[in-house]
């Protein structure tokens, strides 16, 4: 069987992704209860065409995808025993991908909800890695007038008092509100950021109601997990509607480069920053779809692929912390060959216990101790045990942790550009949707998120970049 | 003696700031016009013939507020806003000023500009209303809505507004933040309502 085949085979396809979706989706629920009302509600909603409706997400072909995705998700994990609970089941998963349609005042937070509840996977790399990249972009619009009244309430004088000048017009959407260039009156050039108002208490609000919507599915005794997983996207995306908490980091990850580096973060304007508003140094550059069209020679792919790996592990290793958003967003190509990194909203700091145990994972899967993968394996998927856990799960999840360490194991430059390496890794993902797998710690969720996001990076890059070297420098345990 | 137009207004404005003064020490629902008339330096009887209520009253201090909002929303205005941004700097420039009356916004407007009678049941009311309208149907032209009769258009608005005065008098959230995305949601419902090609 040639690879392509094999990929084929074993890849899910952008086809049965768009099929899953349902497609009674308007119909309305039968119950008359109030969570069967709260469902017809949600059914029944019509899907806004107009572009002045802005609150749709799923209009867009990319939201589609993540959908499709989270319905196939879903469907791995329903226990549909009879005709009844597969009506019931269904009639609930179209509620719930319709909530998170109107969800879509943060249409990033539907790929990163879609990502964190079915560990998404990646589709083909062309198609995912312009998904991720366009949901990124497509945040709502606030206007001017908008913007003055926020500044109003959080600082108490609108932009043009506080700045000597500042865009009416964003130049950047964020997944939760936008960026807007500005000049302080001492002529420094800076990024602000503004949030959506009231975006917490609807995330809040909006999370009840999909939890609400999915509780009476019938599941697998595997598919209750999703509740957890659930439980770490609210406090995922809560976090990020924090800017304070995001500013202490970026400050606390600007310390750890130097100059020897060429990584920049940029400062906070702390005078013009709070919870719902972050101003921080503007960085001229460029983001990954306007970088890719110059034709980077490959020196300059591979050098950029460093960067990012560099940068992703020295906040590992020596903030102990995951950085779990590395989309192409997130990163900026400077023209003097730094790299910028310009988001730091979502991340995840392990506590000491964590830390430990993923030492011990890394250890034993670097120093080839088979026994001691196969028991961090099962501790990481919450089983007592190794002899609880039904082989072919054991050999997935071993397959998924070479996977991820194979570019650390390889001597010299490893070439995440490889085409087979990487549909190796989608397969793997893929293989975990279709087989339904969820019982794991939600840390993992995080873990999955950098990993692909990484990898997604520097395939695009088409990088080659001496990674055992980078960890091996930059691990401090 | 005669008692001069100047200084009738002089009083007028005393009992307002008068009243504006308790409304926001003791409370507008504790607030009596007895108290009013006695800060104000005036027998309460007086106070009536400036004043029917107290509901009247507050409507005037209220009418005050909403006329500034609107100044500032003009000076705000550079002119170059799409509708909908347009008429969220009027909404929200009013509502600026009224912050510091919004724990009792409620109980006033729901006395004096019931959705219930064309008319407000006093005059600072009703002129409130009507200025307040002509310059959403003001800023309805200078973008160049017209496909809707301004009765309709105007109704709608109406009670759009309304609907958003009375969420911003209750609402809780830091700094209204919740009024702001309904009135922004609620202005792009109105757009395009109004807007609608297939009328």
């Given at each position: 069987?040639?690879?392509?085949?094999?990929?084929?085979?074993?890849?899910?396809?952008?086809?049965?992704?768009?099929?899953?979706?349902?497609?009674?989706?308007?119909?309305?629920?039968?119950?008359?209860?109030?969570?069967?009302?709260?469902?017809?509600?949600?059914?029944?909603?019509?899907?806004?065409?107009?572009?002045?409706?802005?609150?749709?997400?799923?209009?867009?072909?990319?939201?589609?995808?993540?959908?499709?995705?989270?319905?196939?998700?879903?469907?791995?994990?329903?226990?549909?025993?009879?005709?009844?609970?597969?009506?019931?089941?269904?009639?609930?998963?179209?509620?719930?991908?319709?909530?998170?349609?109107?969800?879509?005042?943060?249409?990033?937070?539907?790929?990163?909800?879609?990502?964190?509840?079915?560990?998404?996977?990646?589709?083909?790399?062309?198609?995912?890695?312009?998904?991720?990249?366009?949901?990124?972009?497509?945040?709502?619009?606030?206007?001017?007038?908008?913007?003055?009244?926020?500044?109003?309430?959080?600082?108490?004088?609108?932009?043009?008092?506080?700045?000597?000048?500042?865009?009416?017009?964003?130049?950047?959407?964020?997944?939760?509100?936008?960026?807007?260039?500005?000049?302080?009156?001492?002529?420094?050039?800076?990024?602000?950021?503004?949030?959506?108002?009231?975006?917490?208490?609807?995330?809040?609000?909006?999370?009840?109601?999909?939890?609400?919507?999915?509780?009476?599915?019938?599941?697998?005794?595997?598919?209750?997990?999703?509740?957890?997983?659930?439980?770490?996207?609210?406090?995922?995306?809560?976090?990020?509607?924090?800017?304070?908490?995001?500013?202490?980091?970026?400050?606390?990850?600007?310390?750890?480069?130097?100059?020897?580096?060429?990584?920049?973060?940029?400062?906070?304007?702390?005078?013009?920053?709070?919870?719902?508003?972050?101003?921080?140094?503007?960085?001229?550059?460029?983001?990954?779809?306007?970088?890719?069209?110059?034709?980077?020679?490959?020196?300059?792919?591979?050098?950029?692929?460093?960067?990012?790996?560099?940068?992703?592990?020295?906040?590992?290793?020596?903030?102990?912390?995951?950085?779990?958003?590395?989309?192409?967003?997130?990163?900026?190509?400077?023209?003097?060959?730094?790299?910028?990194?310009?988001?730091?909203?979502?991340?995840?700091?392990?506590?000491?216990?964590?830390?430990?145990?993923?030492?011990?994972?890394?250890?034993?899967?670097?120093?080839?101790?088979?026994?001691?993968?196969?028991?961090?394996?099962?501790?990481?998927?919450?089983?007592?045990?190794?002899?609880?856990?039904?082989?072919?799960?054991?050999?997935?999840?071993?397959?998924?942790?070479?996977?991820?360490a194979e570019p650390m194991q390889t001597q010299g430059p490893f070439a995440f550009g490889d085409k087979d390496f990487f549909q190796r890794g989608i397969d793997i993902y893929s293989e975990s949707v279709k087989r339904g797998y969820n019982r794991h710690n939600s840390l993992y969720n995080w873990w999955a998120r950098l990993i692909s996001g990484h990898r997604t990076l520097l395939y695009r890059l088409n990088s080659n970049v001496d990674y055992r070297h980078i960890y091996i420098d930059e691990k401090t345990y | 003696m005669r008692i001069t137009q100047k200084a009738k207004e002089k009083t007028a404005k005393n009992i307002l700031r008068a009243a504006e003064q308790l409304f926001t020490d003791v409370g507008y629902k504790d607030t009596t016009t007895r108290q009013i008339a006695q800060k104000a330096g005036i027998a309460t009887g007086t106070l009536f013939n400036y004043f029917p209520s107290k509901e009247a009253l507050a409507m005037s201090l209220l009418a005050e507020e909403i006329q500034q909002g609107r100044g500032d929303y003009l000076k705000r205005r550079s002119g170059d806003e799409d509708f909908g941004e347009d008429l969220f700097l009027l909404i929200s420039s009013e509502l600026r000023r009224l912050k510091p009356y919004r724990n009792f916004v409620g109980p006033v407007l729901e006395s004096t500009m019931s959705l219930f009678s064309k008319e407000s049941s006093c005059p600072a009311g009703e002129s409130t209303r009507s200025e307040h309208l002509q310059m959403v149907r003001d800023i309805i032209h200078a973008h160049g809505f017209s496909k809707i009769p301004d009765y309709i258009s105007t109704t709608l608005y109406w009670s759009l507004y309304l609907g958003i005065l009375a969420f911003w008098s209750t609402d809780e959230s830091r700094n209204q933040e919740e009024t702001l995305a309904l009135m922004d949601y609620s202005i792009n419902v109105f757009t395009q309502t109004i807007s609608n090609s297939a009328l």
């Open positions: 069987m040639s690879n392509q085949t094999q990929q084929n085979q074993n890849a899910l396809q952008l086809k049965k992704v768009m099929q899953a979706i349902p497609k009674e989706i308007n119909e309305e629920a039968p119950t008359k209860d109030p969570l069967g009302d709260l469902i017809s509600q949600i059914s029944t909603r019509k899907v806004p065409v107009n572009s002045l409706t802005r609150l749709w997400a799923l209009g867009s072909m990319q939201a589609k995808i993540a959908v499709g995705y989270l319905a196939y998700a879903m469907r791995s994990i329903f226990s549909n025993k009879n005709e009844q609970e597969r009506i019931l089941n269904e009639t609930h998963l179209a509620a719930a991908l319709k909530l998170l349609g109107t969800m879509g005042y943060l249409r990033g937070a539907v790929m990163k909800i879609g990502q964190l509840l079915g560990n998404l996977p990646h589709i083909v790399p062309e198609e995912v890695a312009e998904t991720m990249e366009r949901l990124q972009f497509e945040a709502p619009p606030m206007h001017y007038s908008l913007i003055r009244e926020v500044f109003l309430d959080e600082f108490g004088a609108e932009p043009s008092e506080l700045f000597a000048t500042f865009d009416k017009k964003a130049f950047a959407a964020a997944s939760l509100g936008q960026v807007h260039r500005a000049t302080l009156k001492s002529g420094e050039e800076v990024a602000v950021k503004i949030q959506y108002p009231n975006m917490a208490a609807t995330i809040r609000s909006d999370m009840a109601n999909l939890r609400k919507t999915l509780m009476p599915m019938k599941l697998k005794q595997e598919g209750r997990y999703i509740f957890d997983h659930l439980d770490d996207a609210e406090i995922m995306l809560h976090h990020e509607t924090d800017y304070t908490r995001e500013a202490a980091f970026m400050a606390q990850v600007k310390e750890l480069f130097g100059p020897e580096d060429l990584v920049v973060v940029p400062k906070v304007w702390e005078d013009y920053s709070n919870q719902r508003i972050l101003t921080t140094d503007y960085l001229k550059g460029k983001h990954l779809r306007d970088y890719l069209p110059t034709n980077p020679d490959q020196e300059h792919r591979d050098h950029f692929g460093t960067l990012i790996s560099r940068a992703v592990f020295r906040i590992y290793g020596a903030a102990k912390t995951i950085y779990a958003d590395p989309h192409p967003g997130n990163f900026l190509f400077l023209d003097d060959d730094r790299l910028g990194l310009i988001d730091f909203g979502c991340y995840r700091t392990l506590s000491e216990e964590e830390w430990e145990v993923q030492i011990g994972a890394e250890k034993a899967l670097m120093e080839g101790d088979a026994k001691g993968l196969d028991k961090a394996i099962a501790a990481s998927c919450l089983f007592a045990s190794v002899e609880e856990m039904e082989p072919e799960r054991l050999d997935y999840l071993r397959r998924l942790s070479f996977w991820q | -």
